[in-house]
Nanobody, 121 residues
Framework: QVQLAESGGGLAQAGGSLSLSCAAS????????MGWYRQVPGKQRELVATTTRGFSTRYGDSVKGRFTISRDNVKNTVYLQMNSLKPEDTAVYYCNAEGLPCFDPGNCDYWGQGTQVTVSS
């Protein structure tokens, strides 16, 4: 149904910036909600930011004021601009997207393979 291709991960210094992107491809009419989640070994995957098709956004408390999520509904792409990076932001970042139409609610979410973000102090 939906394949997600992430790019933009890498190394950054504390206080620096990185930009992630995730493009959806496959057989679907449109993409609904999209978002970014991150995970550190030994911890639960946590919300970074999500955005609806209508461009409403929500952020995890730890990134509010520093990260910005955006999307392009023509390109079926979601972006994450990360500023004022901290070592605590180091994690694998995963792209998430809802493929539409969805005839089986709860079984329409797709995940990217993840991209490593490392922030040095």
């Amino acid at each position: 149904q939906v394949q997600l291709a992430e790019s933009g991960g890498g190394l950054a210094q504390a206080g620096g910036s990185l930009s992630l992107s995730c493009a959806a491809s496959g057989l679907f009419e449109s993409i609904g909600a999209m978002g970014w989640y991150r995970q550190v070994p030994g911890k639960q995957r946590e919300l970074v930011a999500t955005t609806t098709r209508g461009f409403s956004t929500r952020y995890g408390d730890s990134v509010k004021g520093r990260f910005t999520i955006s999307r392009d509904n023509v390109k079926n792409t979601v972006y994450l601009q990360m500023n004022s990076l901290k070592p605590e932001d180091t994690a694998v970042y995963y792209c998430n997207a809802e493929g539409l139409p969805c005839f089986d609610p709860g079984n329409c979410d797709y995940w990217g393979q993840g991209t490593q973000v490392t922030v040095s102090s």
